[in-house]
């Protein structure tokens, strides 16, 4: 028949073939058809949400949602161009990540979401095998839900409140950067205190200044703090705000202790000691210890600077020490005279009566309390303080005590010609004057919050060998002033609750003639350390990976063959070199000790942390 659709021969009709340029308009028509049907079901469907507790390897590169809150301020790294976020949903965390153009993308939303604010955010699940993260492939699928902040007083913030926002009131009282990229505020109000954990952005209130803060609860091991993301979050206010109550001194217990309050009294009387000042204030109700450090009170303007029956009134933290109650002012406007005690004769007011030491002498720790401070009132009161009477004598106008700073500078003054003593023959009578000890051996070692106290022993008897934290770092062989070696010692008598002491002036005035036992100073891999070498003086080079610190300061170094923890004391912080932070190279050198489990190595002085 060929291509006929009838045959030609019997009329019967065969039909036509389906023509194939039919099947490829057909196929095409239903692609497009199913294409479209697809997308409308996908724009009109939501992506998936899960938890973070159920994640598993199943779901790697699937693309879900995750809503929570954000438990970590966000992190943005300028050399890889990448934004991180943490998310907490309460069954676990879960860090989402933004590269390059949708970082740049999400820093110019505002606002960004900070720690506390509630999120919405879809991405692609990635899991290996110990870690979990979410890519955000758009901006636009993250969602932000800005949370209400709750007023209240620092008392009233406790670990339930962790990611929750709270704004608060108070008085900066202290501030701090332990490294590079973390500053660090106590905030007080009247009801307590806590810190406050400031981003770069925001700004550093200076001390004594008036704030409210809003920012997110949040946990520093078991102590509660409030991390502030946004520098509009911190604003700085013109009005005073009250942070200690006005008590009665004889109202004051020991249940008062670490608080912070205030009193107006009359000072009874008022002398210097070997760190400063103190004096005896009263109130008609009781008595209590006015204590002012040595920085403190050169730090106070004349205007300030209290004297014998001056009606003060003072502010400032409770502490406790040998059964006597104190007030420990820290800001200049801490303390402020309310009258002068006027003398009869010239209407001038009382000074000081006692002049301080020429030299002050560091002052050996007592046990004590948490949190309180020593102070060393001698066994008996100084003999001459003026107390107010009706018959007041007349004396100069105050001005302050030439007290030292609570740094001593580095170049300390020319040393006597000293003459050299047995131990035995030094005496009282030779308070103020410089000695030599020729060779003593060290018998015990104390650290102080200040400086380090050694026990010295000859023949004859012994005495306290006192060394402030700034002559220790003169001192050339400081890692040998340990038991059983012998050394020579010029330095000025003091002394101190009936015991004798011997202070040098410079590191030049301790000298080591023979040394312990113990093996020399050796340089190690942080690998080659171990529980064995406990005790022995060691040195290490690594780059600093991370810094955590209150005062004290930890630095975790590493060097390729492990990682090695360097304890800094709070006495050695103020002596180390400048630009500490992650990447910093450094030589240490410190004695290796075991805490709790874990090998550290413990620095005598700032100069034996070198930047390399």
Known sequence: MGPYPRCPYCGADVGQRLAVRTLKYGSLLLAVAGLALLFLVAARSEVPVVRVGDLAGTMNWAYVRV???????????????????WIWDGTGEIMAVAYRAEAEKLLAMEPLPVMGDGVSLAGTLRITEDFVYLVLNDPEQMEIRPAEALAMQVAEVHPGLRYQKVRLRGVIRDERIPYEGLQIASLWDDSGEIDLVLSTAAPVPAVGQAVEVVGAVDLYRDDVQVSVGRAADLVILDEALPIASLRAVGSLSTADVGALVAVEGSLAEIAPFSAGVRGRLSDGSGTVTLLLWQDYYEALPPAAVPGPGDMIHVQGQVAEYRGELEIVPELPGDLLVLSRFEAASTGEPRAIAQSPPASPTPVAEPTQAPGAQPTDWPATEPAGTPVPSSTPTPAPSPTPMPLPTARPSPTPPPTPAAETRAIASITAEDVDKTLTVELAGIAAVDYLSKGVKYTLTDASGSIALLVWQDVLEEVTDRHDLLPGSQVR????????????????????????????SRPPVEERSMAAIAAPDEGRVLTVQGALDRIEGRGWLRLWLQDGTGEILIFVPERVVPYLPPGLGPGTRLRVTGEVEIYQGSLEIIPLAGADVEVR
């Open 489 to 516: 010692v010029t330095g000025r008598i003091d002394e101190y609750e009936g015991e004798l002491e011997i202070v040098p002036r410079g590191g030049e005035g301790v000298t080591v003639v023979n040394r312990g």
């Open 67 to 85: 809503e929570g809150v954000v438990s970590r301020q966000p992190a943005y790294d300028p050399a890889d161009a990448d934004l991180t976020l």
